[in-house]
């Protein structure tokens, strides 16, 4: 049930046709798992935050450092050495007290990561490195939740929204590729952009509303300004999702 309050912070978003008061209660009543509070991780969590998703389990491990500040926005000078979920979950209850956040400075590994996504609706892929994305991809694909994938470089971003047993899923698209870990260039706007499609995303799915990324990889090369859309299929022998 919606507070008189929440009628009118979600007033705009509650016109949209289609939407509307049980679009908003969806939204009260799930629970989003965000890997990765960095570039990626910030703006996902701030326009799901604001939009009024109940609950944000946040989960990284890193601390503030200098050098995020040009991209990772829910961070600043004054958080430099603390831990990135608590600077994120300080902001973001001031952004929104009406959410939920749950902060939970831990590493995603193979031991812990359905332990981590338990009782979550869906994972939003906010991280950094091929191996642990894999990872919470196979998590989503056991647990029968959506997984939202973004990634960064440089100028250029993907995102791609997987549907476990329904759809493509990351390992279709990558072939078990890897690539090593490294420090890699990228501009605070890129992550920007990608985050709020993947974001985005997720609103879509809970409310029920168009037509979901699935099978499609969007490509977006912000020094052309383009997107391109590139297709996915859905590999039957695919060692995440294919047929046992």
């Keep these: 049930m919606l507070t008189s309050a929440e009628l009118e912070r979600y007033d705009r978003q509650i016109m949209i046709y289609g939407f509307g008061e049980e679009g908003q209660e969806k939204l009260k009543s799930a629970r989003a798992f965000i890997a990765g509070a960095g570039g990626l991780g910030s703006p996902v969590a701030i326009y799901l935050a604001a939009a009024g998703i109940g609950t944000l389990r946040i989960v990284d491990h890193d601390k503030v450092e200098l050098s995020n500040l040009n991209r990772q926005v829910l961070h600043w000078e004054e958080n430099i ?6 600077s994120a979950a300080t902001k973001l209850r001031k952004l929104n007290p009406n959410v939920k956040v749950e902060a939970v400075a831990e590493t995603i590994t193979e031991t812990n990561a359905s332990q981590l996504v338990a ?4 994972i939003v892929d906010a991280m950094d490195n091929l191996p642990t994305r894999y990872l919470l991809n196979r998590t989503a694909i056991e647990k029968e939740i959506p997984f939202f994938h ?3 470089y440089g100028f ?3 995102v791609m929204t997987v549907i476990p047993r329904k ?3 990351l390992n279709c698209l ?3 590729a890897n690539v090593p870990e490294e420090k890699f260039p990228v501009i605070g706007v890129t992550p920007a952009v990608v ?3 993947q974001a985005t995303e997720v609103i879509k799915y809970l409310v029920g509303l168009g037509e979901l990324l699935t099978d499609r990889l969007l490509v977006y090369d912000a020094l052309k300004m383009t997107f391109i859309e590139l297709k996915v299929k859905k590999d039957p022998n695919c060692k995440h999702c294919g047929n046992p």
């Design 195 to 197: 985050g709020c499609i």
């Design 81 to 86: 050495g603390g831990e990135k979920v608590y």
């Design 119 to 122: 009782d979550c609706d869906l």
């Design 150 to 152: 973004g990634a960064v």
């Design 167 to 169: 759809t493509a899923c």
């Design 174 to 176: 990558y072939h078990d």
């Design 156 to 158: 250029e971003g993907r």
